[in-house]
Nanobody
Framework: QLQASGGGLVQAGGSLRLSCTAS????????MGWHRQAPGKQRELVSA???????SYATSVKGRFTISRDNAKNTVYLQMNSLQPEDTAVYYC??????????WGQGTQVTVSS
């Protein structure tokens, strides 16, 4: 399973760091990613990182968010800086193995006030 944490309420311009740790049957993960879903909107990919360290970001977060991964701890982090109200959403992590999503985290709420 995946356990996500680190969400909260922050003012615009502030920062938060999300963490997501895999345990149990979730192992040999190829890609770990962060997605978000705002009210009334579809879930979207925010960022992803492969076991080899290849990284991708959504255009809307480039230069503000940084994803990192500790393979030994099966943990992925999302450092979010310069947060804006439009970043408000529930953030979910997921794990991909052999091109298949094998697990989703429970979601953590991020709220950015203006």
């Amino acid at each position: 399973q995946l356990q996500a944490s680190g969400g909260g309420l922050v003012q615009a311009g502030g920062s938060l760091r999300l963490s997501c740790t895999a345990s149990g049957s979730v192992f040999n993960i190829d890609v770990m990613g962060w997605h978000r879903q705002a009210p009334g909107k579809q879930r979207e990919l925010v960022s992803a990182i492969t076991s080899g360290g290849r990284i991708s970001y959504a255009t809307s977060v480039k230069g503000r968010f940084t994803i990192s991964r500790d393979n030994a701890k099966n943990t992925v982090y999302l450092q979010m800086n310069s947060l804006q109200p439009e970043d408000t959403a529930v953030y979910y992590c997921n794990a991909v193995r052999n091109s298949r999503v094998i697990s989703w985290g429970q979601g953590t709420q991020v709220t950015v006030s203006s």
